[in-house]
């Protein structure tokens, strides 16, 4: 694992954007593995930024979320469905058939859980995944406790992330106990991985990625076996980072 420090959210975000930038230039058909959340958000507005200054194109990529509630329609200002709409997708010129999440509103959820898997194998691996992180470890909805062989897969949201994500809904009440998610071993199998990090309430995790073993009590922890990860972290997120010689 590499970790790029960089100053602030602002360096986080455009350094993020040039990585990525890269990928979409450089490949013929790129598949992305994309996230929610408020790591990423500055990360699309220079993706936008960048499309609307005539430096890039989208026609080419293929996209595939990392997660979605359940029980939200897509047109629900709270499902990922809207906030990737608004932040990125209504922006670029990414055909739309080549956008994926799952589908929390399926009637059947586990037939979506395969159907989602099978689109990802079909486009061939996912060339670069993005990733933000929980403060408890998690990586897309997979909780402590995930195993590393998991697939797309329904989970239960525990409290703390249903507290951490109220500020999105009017109240706690209001965030759906459960999400579908890729797996662990699914987001492992894409070829390359970009982890953002920023802030200072994700210091302690940043360090315990860093530092501490492998476990399926952190989910990230996985990323150690990964052959080629690239963290992108901000000064406070770097703050509590214990480099050991
Ligand atoms: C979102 C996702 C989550 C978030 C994580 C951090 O698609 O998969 O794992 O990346 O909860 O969320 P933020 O960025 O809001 O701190």
Do not use: W
Not at 216 to 231: C, G, M
């Amino acid at each position: 694992m590499e970790i790029v420090r960089v100053k602030d959210y602002e360096e986080m975000s455009k350094t993020a954007c040039n990585y990525m930038l890269r990928k979409v230039k450089e490949l013929e058909s790129p598949v992305l593995g994309l996230a929610t959340g408020s790591t990423p958000e500055g990360l699309y507005r220079h993706l936008v930024d960048e499309y609307k200054k005539g430096n890039v194109s989208f026609k080419h990529v293929q996209t595939f979320n990392l997660d979605e509630y359940t029980k939200l329609d897509p047109t629900d200002i709270n499902s990922y469905h809207y906030f990737m709409n608004k932040h990125l997708f209504e922006h670029i010129d990414i055909p739309k058939d080549q956008i994926h999440l799952p589908n929390g509103n399926a009637s059947d959820l586990e037939d979506e859980c395969h159907n989602y898997e099978n689109k990802i194998s079909e486009a061939g691996k996912i060339d670069l995944q993005l990733l933000g992180i929980g403060i408890n470890g998690h990586i897309g909805f997979n909780e402590p406790g995930t195993p590393f062989t998991s697939r797309t897969h329904i989970v239960t949201l525990v409290e703390s992330t249903r507290k951490a994500n109220s500020r999105f809904f009017p109240s706690i009440d209001d965030v759906p106990t459960h999400a579908i998610t890729m797996g662990i071993e699914t987001i492992m199998e894409s070829k390359e991985i970009l982890l953002l990090v920023f802030g200072e309430m994700k210091a302690d995790t940043l360090n315990r990625l860093t530092n501490g073993e492998v476990s399926e009590d952190f989910p990230a922890s996985i990323l150690h076996k990964h052959p080629k990860v690239t963290i992108i972290a901000d000064e406070a997120a770097c703050s509590k980072l214990v480099i050991k010689s």
